[in-house]
């Protein structure tokens, strides 16, 4: 096993922050391009759904094997060529003259992408002492709090003046710089070795997942969609089910779920972190509908009223780390996450008559808490992961958050389109969007409720709040 380094390096965790937010930023600045691409292509703008899915699916299927190829061949240059390819997919999606051609360039993207998240977080934790954790995630989470916010915003921008192949071409001196910033500074370690390639257990884990997220992204379809979608969800738990039971017996699995009985990694990436990821990737969906459908602003009004809560989103930053290592992990993700109920609650009162102090207001705390959250949770996966682990363990947790990210925007979904339907409209009211805020925030209160069973001193070695704080320690 290769020992972690002394020192915390900054520059590694920065230069996997830029792949991540890469990655994140091009999820979210697509929805806005569709219309354009649309007409640049000739079809339905619904057409070019295949898109979307076309990624999603292929990095749910290359997921699992993600581990595998980082022992086979090594984490950097793994790294480095999965940068790269997200990078060529990128403008091939730039220069598609087609709907042919941008799926296959999304599909290009999906299989980089389903790698460099894992594959990032190993690096980070193979050069990052467990009390220096903190600190790398402070660095390492902003594109989860960012690129969803400002995503849609400059991808408006973007499709507006210089037209949506740029919104793909943004990518292209990012993830060149990365990946000469990968080449320089991520030390070169050779191969852990990997075993006989689990065929079997990759093609259920391959299958299960792409049914189950590709259900899960129909769900708020009518009709025969809706049908196909609920069977699609039923297979994909099938094969799920099957296969649990094949990675649990295999000696060497394509996705080993070991790293699972990680009281750490547990909580943050099964129950109760699975809720609030699934809530918190809803947000940068539901929060536009909010304001555009219930509110009636503009896009442009819009965007702006979600950059007020991308801006609180990193005003807390800076205080989080201090926050964590004087309340401890169970003491923040318990009471912060009832303080993330409560951010939830003033939405399903507003109206268009709301005065904007209280909206902004409202907006501030509810991105404050949210970072916050999502911080400790982030922070706390890893705290009681061994070295040997952290290919297997950053594996599952990337695939844990996809699944949890897929179904809580599928959820929000489906609740509108099940409540649109409910009271006889042709749209999503004001009215539908309170129910769903309300939906969400109980949803909240059900995960914060977990926590309340997490060990006190659980991530003590990274936040370092026991040190200080001993009697607290029972």
């Given at each position: 096993?290769?020992?972690?380094?002394?020192?915390?390096?900054?520059?590694?965790?920065?230069?996997?922050?830029?792949?991540?937010?890469?990655?994140?930023?091009?999820?979210?600045?697509i929805?806005?391009?569709?219309?354009?691409?649309?007409?640049s292509?000739?079809?339905?703008?619904?057409?070019?759904?295949?898109?979307?899915?076309a990624?999603?699916?292929?990095?749910?299927?290359?997921?699992?094997?993600?581990?595998?190829?980082?022992?086979?061949?090594?984490?950097?240059r793994?790294?480095?060529?999965?940068?790269?390819?997200f990078?060529?997919?990128?403008?091939?999606?730039?220069?598609?003259?087609?709907l042919?051609?941008?799926?296959?360039?999304?599909?290009?993207?999906?299989?980089?992408?389903?790698?460099?998240?894992?594959?990032?977080?190993?690096?980070?934790?193979?050069y990052?002492?467990?009390?220096?954790?903190?600190?790398?995630?402070?660095?390492?989470?902003?594109?989860?709090?960012?690129?969803?916010?400002?995503?849609?915003?400059?991808?408006?921008?973007?499709?507006?003046?210089?037209?949506?192949?740029?919104?793909?071409?943004?990518?292209?001196?990012?993830?060149?710089?990365?990946?000469?910033?990968?080449?320089?500074?991520?030390?070169?370690?050779?191969?852990?070795?990997?075993?006989?390639?689990?065929?079997?257990?990759?093609?259920?884990?391959?299958?299960?997942?792409?049914?189950?997220?590709?259900?899960?992204?129909?769900?708020?379809?009518?009709?025969?969609?809706?049908?196909?979608?609920?069977?699609?969800?039923?297979?994909?738990?099938?094969?799920?089910?099957?296969?649990?039971r094949?990675?649990?017996?295999?000696?060497?699995?394509?996705?080993s779920?070991?790293?699972?009985k990680?009281?750490?990694?547990?909580?943050?990436?099964?129950?109760?972190?699975?809720?609030?990821?699934?809530v918190?990737?809803?947000?940068?969906?539901?929060?536009?509908?909010?304001?555009?459908?219930?509110?009636?602003?503009?896009?442009?009004?819009?965007?702006?009223?979600?950059?007020a809560?991308?801006?609180?989103?990193?005003?807390?930053?800076?205080?989080?780390?201090?926050?964590?290592?004087?309340?401890?992990?169970?003491?923040?993700?318990?009471?912060?996450?009832?303080?993330?109920?409560?951010?939830?609650?003033?939405?399903?009162?507003?109206?268009?008559?709301?005065?904007?102090?209280?909206?902004a207001l409202?907006?501030?705390?509810?991105?404050?808490t949210?970072?916050?959250?999502?911080?400790?949770?982030?922070?706390?996966?890893?705290?009681?992961?061994?070295?040997?682990?952290?290919?297997?363990?950053?594996?599952?947790?990337?695939?844990?958050?996809q699944?949890?990210s897929?179904?809580?925007?599928?959820f929000?979904?489906?609740?509108?389109?099940?409540?649109e339907?409910?009271?006889?409209?042709t749209?999503?009211?004001?009215?539908?969007l309170?129910?769903?805020?309300?939906?969400?925030?109980?949803?909240?209160?059900?995960?914060?409720?977990?926590?309340?069973?997490?060990?006190?001193?659980?991530?003590?070695?990274?936040?370092g709040?026991?040190?200080r704080?001993p009697?607290?320690?029972?």
């Amino acid at each position: 096993m290769v020992e972690q380094l002394e020192q915390y390096s900054p520059l590694i965790a920065f230069i996997m922050a830029i792949a991540t937010f890469m990655q994140n930023l091009d999820g979210a600045i697509i929805n806005t391009s569709l219309p354009a691409m649309a007409r640049s292509f000739g079809v339905r703008t619904l057409d070019l759904s295949l898109g979307v899915t076309a990624y999603m699916l292929a990095s749910a299927a290359v997921s699992p094997i993600s581990a595998w190829l980082a022992m086979k061949f090594g984490e950097k240059r793994v790294m480095w060529m999965a940068i790269l390819l997200f990078t060529l997919s990128s403008f091939l999606c730039g220069i598609a003259q087609g709907l042919a051609e941008f799926v296959c360039a999304r599909i290009g993207q999906g299989l980089a992408g389903a790698v460099m998240m894992p594959v990032g977080t190993s690096i980070i934790l193979r050069y990052t002492p467990k009390g220096d954790l903190m600190k790398a995630q402070s660095v390492t989470v902003w594109p989860a709090l960012t690129a969803p916010i400002i995503g849609p915003v400059l991808g408006g921008y973007l499709t507006q003046t210089v037209g949506w192949r740029w919104n793909f071409w943004l990518n292209i001196p990012v993830g060149l710089i990365a990946v000469l910033a990968v080449l320089r500074a991520v030390p070169s370690e050779p191969p852990e070795g990997a075993s006989r390639l689990d065929i079997k257990g990759l093609a259920l884990c391959a299958v299960g997942l792409t049914c189950l997220l590709s259900g899960f992204q129909r769900s708020a379809e009518s009709g025969v969609e809706r049908i196909v979608a609920f069977g699609l969800m039923i297979v994909g738990a099938i094969m799920g089910t099957l296969a649990v039971r094949h990675l649990q017996r295999h000696p060497t699995p394509i996705l080993s779920l070991e790293p699972l009985k990680r009281a750490s990694l547990r909580y943050s990436s099964l129950y109760p972190g699975l809720l609030f990821r699934g809530v918190f990737s809803s947000a940068p969906f539901l929060l536009p509908l909010f304001f555009q459908l219930g509110f009636g602003f503009s896009p442009a009004r819009a965007g702006t009223w979600l950059l007020a809560y991308f801006c609180a989103n990193l005003g807390i930053k800076p205080f989080t780390s201090r926050i964590i290592r004087w309340g401890g992990f169970r003491n923040v993700l318990f009471f912060n996450g009832f303080l993330v109920a409560l951010s939830l609650v003033p939405f399903v009162f507003m109206t268009p008559q709301t005065p904007d102090v209280l909206l902004a207001l409202a907006l501030a705390f509810a991105g404050m808490t949210r970072s916050m959250q999502l911080t400790s949770l982030s922070t706390v996966a890893f705290a009681d992961v061994q070295g040997q682990e952290r290919s297997r363990a950053a594996s599952v947790m990337s695939i844990l958050g996809q699944t949890g990210s897929t179904a809580g925007v599928a959820f929000t979904a489906f609740c509108l389109a099940t409540l649109e339907s409910l009271h006889g409209r042709t749209a999503v009211g004001l009215a539908d969007l309170h129910i769903v805020f309300l939906i969400t925030a109980l949803i909240v209160v059900i995960g914060t409720a977990g926590f309340s069973r997490m060990p006190a001193d659980l991530g003590q070695e990274v936040s370092g709040h026991m040190r200080r704080n001993p009697l607290q320690a029972r």
